[in-house]
Structures are given as structure tokens and as C-alpha cells.
């Protein structure tokens, strides 16, 4: 084999592995992917003394497409989020997240689940879950 033909295989080899790492960047996105769709949107759930309290990331929502329920002791996160496209925009860059997502969040068995409040404000929704006092788990 001559030092052409071998330049030949070590060039298509290299474009093999692009085309492969891009491929895989394409279709392992936060909104595509089954095992990291449940990471969206990021959050942080912690306790104060009377409530849980749980913060979503919704950066650039409008309050009409969120959607909160519940099942049982999950707690469900809707939405949508549409960034309009046009004839006029030759994308060259693309890293915000849009389309739908649905979060399932584990509620702790002392959460009631009749008393959830929320509010959005500059992209964080913050909801509220009073806790039962009436279910206090023993220790």
C-alpha cells in the first residue's frame, strides 16, 4: 500500500468518526432522548418548614404553555415552547431548546396534593405543595 492510499483510509476514517460524533449530537438532545428528557427542565425541590418547594428553569415560556397535575404522588410538568422559523433565517447555530417536554416529579408521601400553588416569573416557576401535617411519616 502506497503512502496515498493510506492517507486515503486514515481521511476517511477521520470523516467516519465526525459523522458519527455529529450524528450522535443530533439525536442525543434534552428534548429527544429518552433517558435525559426526564431532565428537563433542570430543577431544584427542596423543604422549608411548612412546604415543599420546587424550582423549574423555563427560560423564555409563556405561562400559557406550562401545564401542572398531578398523578397520584407524581407531580407533572407540561409545556411547549415554539421559536418561529422563516424563509429569512439561515440557521447556523442552534443550542435553545424548544417542542414539548414533560417532566414527572416523585412527590414525598407527607406532600398534599390538594394544596399546590404556583407562580412564573422572569423564566423560574416556583411551585408550592403544603405539606399534610396529618400525614407525618413515624421515625
Known sequence: ?????????????????????????????????????????????YETGDDFVLEADLPGMQLENIRLETQGHILLIRGSRIIEDSPERNMLYGERHHGTFLRRIPLPPTADRENISAEYAEGILTIKIKKNINKKVKQ
Open 1 to 45: 500500500m502506497n503512502h496515498h492510499s493510506r492517507h486515503w483510509f486514515g481521511t476517511l476514517e477521520k470523516f467516519s468518526d465526525e459523522v458519527d460524533r455529529l450524528f450522535d449530537e443530533l439525536i442525543h438532545t434534552p428534548w429527544k432522548e429518552p433517558s435525559t428528557a426526564q431532565s428537563y427542565p433542570p430543577i431544584d425541590f
